[in-house]
């Protein structure tokens, strides 16, 4: 008989009344903490700005939390979302009232997001092409996926389809599904890894090569590996919405497609779009 990972965690913290810590929200702050040191080291190298990489995490915080939420609102849940907007904006359920911080999230609207967000900086901070900052920003942005989907596992969501792979979890916690003691894939895990890997891809990418010269080229490279990630792990996943049973690719999987595309589009962008050393520093000075 095969002993499956009985998955039983709570995914709160603590409880104070109506308000709750869970860790979803503690791996969302980690994200943000240690994208921040990553993105340091690199402004640090570069011999950039503490205020441009202060102002560059405000930007990516308030566009990443904006664009994931309206995401899932519109994307995934506007049935429910239409009939109750105050909790677009509010982290409140409100019948009954309770703090339940931003639950629903979707990294496809985080993207949008941050690529706006990305794009407001380089207009009034860097004053450079937007690639040049969407280049050195993906990268702590893969490794906050990989904190993120930690976070999804401890939720016990976005679970994998029933399987009897011998590392299968029982998410005896996960709500809307039949038979929560049937083994499924962690698909929550699988993306975690990826995300991790991408991460250390674009490192070395950043360190060891001159990527980063190539404007666009290491944002092209984490569309490509994020996105096409993304696509094949939701055939192994459970639909997180029900009208999404019956779709031969979900919504998630085209909604990947066109960022794979624009990844695949960037390699090639950045093969005519060299950035010197001394261009890399230039601070164009207008208004």
Same mark, same amino acid.
């Given at each position: +008989?095969?002993?499956?990972?009985?998955?039983?965690?709570? #995914?709160?913290?603590?409880?104070?009344?109506?308000?709750?810590?869970?860790? &979803?929200?503690?791996?969302? $702050?980690?994200?943000?903490? @240690?994208?921040?040191?990553? %993105?340091?080291? +690199?402004?640090?190298? /570069?011999?950039?700005?503490?205020?441009?990489?202060?102002?560059?995490?405000? &930007?990516? $915080?308030? $566009?990443?939390?904006?664009?994931?939420?309206? !995401?899932?609102?519109?994307?995934?849940?506007?049935?429910?979302?239409?009939?109750? #907007?105050?909790?677009?904006?509010?982290p409140f359920q409100f019948n009954p009232f309770k703090f339940t911080g931003f639950q629903g999230l979707a990294s496809h609207g985080a993207a949008v997001g941050i690529i706006a967000g990305l794009w407001y900086y380089s207009r009034k901070v860097s004053k450079k092409s937007i690639f040049w900052i969407l280049d050195r920003a993906v990268i702590p942005i893969a490794l906050a996926g990989f904190f993120i989907r930690m976070g999804n596992l401890m939720?016990? %969501?976005?679970? !994998?389809?029933?399987?009897?792979?011998?590392? =299968? @979890?029982?998410?005896?916690? $996960?709500? !809307?599904?039949?038979?929560?003691?049937?083994?499924?894939? #962690? =698909?929550?895990? &699988?993306?975690?890894?990826?995300?991790?890997?991408?991460?250390?891809?674009?490192?070395?990418?950043?360190?060891?090569?001159? =990527?980063? %010269?190539?404007?666009?080229?290491?944002?092209?490279?984490?569309?490509?590996?994020?996105?096409? =990630?993304?696509?094949?792990? /939701? @055939?192994?996943? /459970?639909?997180?919405?029900?009208? /999404?049973?019956?779709?031969?690719?979900? +919504?998630?999987?085209?909604?990947?497609?066109?960022?794979?595309?624009?990844?695949?589009? +960037?390699?090639? &962008?950045?093969?005519?779009?060299?950035?010197? %050393?001394?261009?890399?520093?230039?601070?164009?000075?207008?208004?």
């Amino acid at each position: +008989m095969l002993l499956y990972i009985n998955w039983n965690v709570d #995914p709160e913290l603590f409880n104070l009344g109506a308000i709750s810590i869970r860790y &979803y929200g503690l791996l969302f $702050a980690l994200a943000f903490i @240690f994208g921040y040191k990553v %993105e340091e080291k +690199m402004f640090k190298s /570069e011999g950039l700005s503490q205020a441009w990489l202060d102002k560059l995490w405000i &930007y990516v $915080a308030i $566009a990443t939390v904006i664009g994931a939420r309206l !995401g899932h609102c519109f994307f995934y849940d506007w049935a429910y979302y239409s009939q109750h #907007p105050l909790e677009i904006v509010l982290p409140f359920q409100f019948n009954p009232f309770k703090f339940t911080g931003f639950q629903g999230l979707a990294s496809h609207g985080a993207a949008v997001g941050i690529i706006a967000g990305l794009w407001y900086y380089s207009r009034k901070v860097s004053k450079k092409s937007i690639f040049w900052i969407l280049d050195r920003a993906v990268i702590p942005i893969a490794l906050a996926g990989f904190f993120i989907r930690m976070g999804n596992l401890m939720n016990s %969501e976005i679970i !994998g389809k029933a399987t009897n792979v011998p590392w =299968a @979890f029982q998410f005896v916690n $996960a709500s !809307g599904i039949a038979d929560p003691s049937t083994p499924r894939h #962690p =698909a929550q895990l &699988y993306e975690a890894v990826c995300y991790l890997l991408s991460f250390g891809i674009l490192m070395y990418f950043y360190w060891r090569t001159r =990527a980063k %010269e190539h404007l666009g080229f290491l944002f092209g490279l984490f569309l490509i590996l994020i996105f096409s =990630a993304r696509f094949f792990i /939701e @055939f192994i996943k /459970e639909p997180q919405e029900p009208w /999404e049973a019956d779709m031969a690719l979900n +919504m998630g999987q085209w909604l990947s497609i066109p960022f794979v595309i624009a990844g695949l589009f +960037m390699i090639w &962008y950045s093969k005519s779009h060299r950035v010197t %050393e001394s261009q890399s520093h230039k601070v164009k000075k207008r208004k």
